[in-house]
């Protein structure tokens, strides 16, 4: 059996993998809380793999939280790596991010540097590096740097698109391509990793890239909603500079062989996926 405790008690990503792993006889999963320090009291000796999905994401980066970046994201993260090693922990797992390579734009392929323009991604880059730092051949350390992660109550822009998806009659059709991976299929790929012991940087993603206007338009379809597509944004869409729309409407993907894996982890197709997200199967 794999004794695996989660950092990060409330978090999507950590709740989901509990949940996926939780029939399962070979897991025993554990989660706690990082507000309350109370973590540097608890023996990680009991436990094989120690996931640190913990992090600030969706917080606004004003002058006055961008401590709050590399404090929590890289320091913290940093100090309960060195306590796992410390206490015997075989392997860590440390959720990254595709915001590391600091584009809004383009492909992404192994030669590729990481750049963070954001505190975020800067705080994460950090976090890796220190971390990586700590791995022998007692203790193995495995980075995912994951592009957005959808599904079932999930936060973040693919939230946003789904209510925009329910309530609009006009959406721009526009024909773009975006690494994603659906929460099943990210927490899959977690318990293979944790079964095989692996470690290293992985990019895991779904099968296909995803188009934007076509994700609305399956939205759209599991609510029994008509929207109309039409190309006349479309020219000031990719003219804009506004990040917002770019992280929406522009090309960011990983070059697809980067995120192969001696297993199969897509146990989720993309229309089906949407099906699952919008609660309809």
Same mark, same amino acid.
């Given at each position: 059996?794999?004794?695996?405790?989660?950092?990060?008690?409330?978090?999507?990503?950590?709740?989901? =993998?509990?949940?996926?792993?939780?029939?399962?006889?070979?897991?025993?999963?554990?989660?706690?809380?990082?507000?309350?320090?109370?973590?540097?009291?608890?023996?990680?000796?009991?436990?094989?793999?120690?996931?640190?999905?913990?992090?600030?994401?969706?917080?606004?980066?004003?002058?006055?939280?961008?401590?709050?970046?590399?404090?929590?994201?890289?320091?913290?993260?940093?100090?309960?790596?060195?306590?796992?090693?410390?206490?015997?922990?075989?392997? =860590?797992?440390?959720?990254?991010?595709?915001?590391?390579?600091?584009?809004? @734009?383009?492909?992404?392929?192994?030669?590729?540097?990481?750049?963070?323009?954001?505190?975020?991604?800067?705080?994460?880059?950090?976090?890796?590096?220190?971390?990586?730092?700590?791995?022998?051949?007692?203790?193995?350390?495995?980075?995912?740097?994951?592009?957005?992660?959808?599904?079932?109550?999930?936060?973040?822009?693919?939230?946003?698109? @789904?209510?925009?998806?329910?309530?609009?009659?006009?959406?721009?059709?526009?024909?773009?391509?975006?690494?994603?991976?659906?929460?099943?299929?990210?927490?899959?790929?977690?318990?293979?990793?944790?079964?095989?012991?692996?470690?290293?940087?992985?990019?895991?993603?779904?099968?296909?890239?995803?188009?934007?206007?076509?994700?609305?338009?399956?939205?759209?379809?599991?609510?029994?909603?008509?929207?109309?597509?039409?190309?006349?944004?479309?020219?000031?869409?990719?003219? @804009?500079?506004?990040?917002?729309?770019?992280?929406?409407?522009?090309?960011?993907?990983?070059?697809?062989?980067?995120?192969?894996?001696?297993?199969?982890?897509?146990?989720?197709?993309?229309?089906?996926?949407?099906?699952?997200?919008?609660?309809?199967?």
């Amino acid at each position: 059996m794999k004794r695996i405790l989660i950092k990060g008690k409330n978090s999507y990503i950590g709740n989901s =993998f509990e949940k996926w792993v939780t029939n399962d006889d070979n897991f025993y999963v554990e989660k706690i809380s990082l507000k309350d320090g109370n973590w540097e009291k608890i023996d990680f000796s009991t436990f094989d793999v120690v996931i640190h999905v913990a992090g600030i994401v969706h917080v606004k980066e004003t002058r006055d939280k961008q401590p709050l970046y590399y404090k929590i994201n890289r320091d913290l993260a940093f100090r309960i790596a060195q306590k796992s090693k410390k206490e015997g922990v075989l392997q =860590f797992v440390f959720l990254s991010t595709m915001n590391i390579y600091g584009i809004n @734009s383009g492909k992404i392929d192994k030669g590729t540097k990481p750049e963070p323009k954001t505190r975020y991604g800067k705080s994460k880059l950090e976090a890796e590096q220190l971390i990586n730092g700590l791995q022998d051949n007692k203790f193995f350390v495995a980075i995912l740097r994951p592009p957005m992660v959808y599904g079932k109550n999930c936060k973040g822009n693919y939230a946003k698109l @789904s209510k925009l998806a329910q309530r609009t009659f006009l959406f721009p059709n526009i024909v773009n391509r975006r690494s994603m991976i659906y929460v099943d299929n990210l927490t899959e790929f977690i318990k293979q990793l944790v079964i095989n012991m692996d470690s290293g940087i992985f990019f895991p993603q779904n099968s296909e890239y995803v188009c934007t206007s076509e994700l609305v338009f399956y939205i759209a379809k599991c609510h029994n909603k008509k929207i109309h597509f039409t190309k006349i944004f479309n020219y000031l869409l990719r003219a @804009s500079e506004f990040k917002s729309l770019n992280k929406i409407f522009g090309n960011l993907v990983y070059e697809m062989e980067m995120s192969e894996y001696k297993n199969n982890y897509r146990v989720c197709d993309f229309k089906e996926s949407i099906k699952l997200s919008e609660g309809k199967l």
